[in-house]
């Protein structure tokens, strides 16, 4: 579950819209190399949940063209492609949050830390696309890694938001933003702002919540989680 630290509103929109929606960065686009080891490591004792990566309100794949079962994956971490993507829309200016929760299934305390801060885009201009966040989520009861999450076309980034910064559910990471129509980001009108989400386990396969196109999200939805034991990547819990 995510601790509310103070009063919130959630409230879910289902916002439909005509606008060309964009697809995320190509240019980084990489492919898994080898087989990723089945038990490289112990397994985490429990799972946590992952949830919408903007506070308040916002959208699931919008325009139908971005489902976690086919939606390009672009980002590696430890060597491996990540697990599932997916692009959760929100008009600019909306708060961007971390996507984990701040228990495990048993209970158990997590923390988040920034484990990367990058142009999100090939050409490393902010202009282009924004920020990728990459945050890595422990589970404190048994100090296990159980997975991360790359936060992509965050605008705004305070200079708080460092490698090694720790990130409570809250922590603002910057803001949705509108950014300059390219290869990177095809996107016209404001309804196509969205953050890109790409997720991966530490070892074995993270999964997704599927839903249809366009669904509403508020800030307690769950939309997936790591330390699952799926067998491959993009599939559903």
Known sequence: ????????????????????????????????????????????????????????????????????????????????????????????????????????????????RVVTV?????????????????????DDSTGTVVGRADVMHVDQKPGSIAVGATVGPWTRLGQTGRFRYSSCYQVNGDTGAHIHLEVINRTKYSCHIARSAGAGLGDETVIGRVGTLNSGPQQAC
């Open 1 to 112: 579950m995510r601790l509310l630290a103070a009063a919130r509103h959630v409230f879910a929109t289902a916002l439909l819209a005509s606008a060309t929606l964009l697809a995320a960065p190509t240019a980084h686009a990489q492919e898994d190399q080898v087989p990723r080891p089945q038990e490289a490591r112990p397994l985490a004792a429990a799972t946590i949940s992952v949830y919408p990566p903007i506070q308040g309100g916002s959208v699931w794949n919008r325009f139908g063209q971005t489902p976690p079962s086919s939606h390009h994956r672009v980002f590696s971490n430890w060597g491996y492609l990540n697990d599932w993507s997916v692009d959760i829309y929100q008009n600019p200016g909306a708060t961007v949050v971390s996507p984990f929760g701040s228990k495990t299934s048993a209970g158990a305390p997590v923390t988040v």
């Open 118 to 138: 990058t142009p999100g885009c090939a050409t490393g201009n902010l202009a282009d696309g924004g920020w990728r966040i990459g945050l890595e989520a422990r």
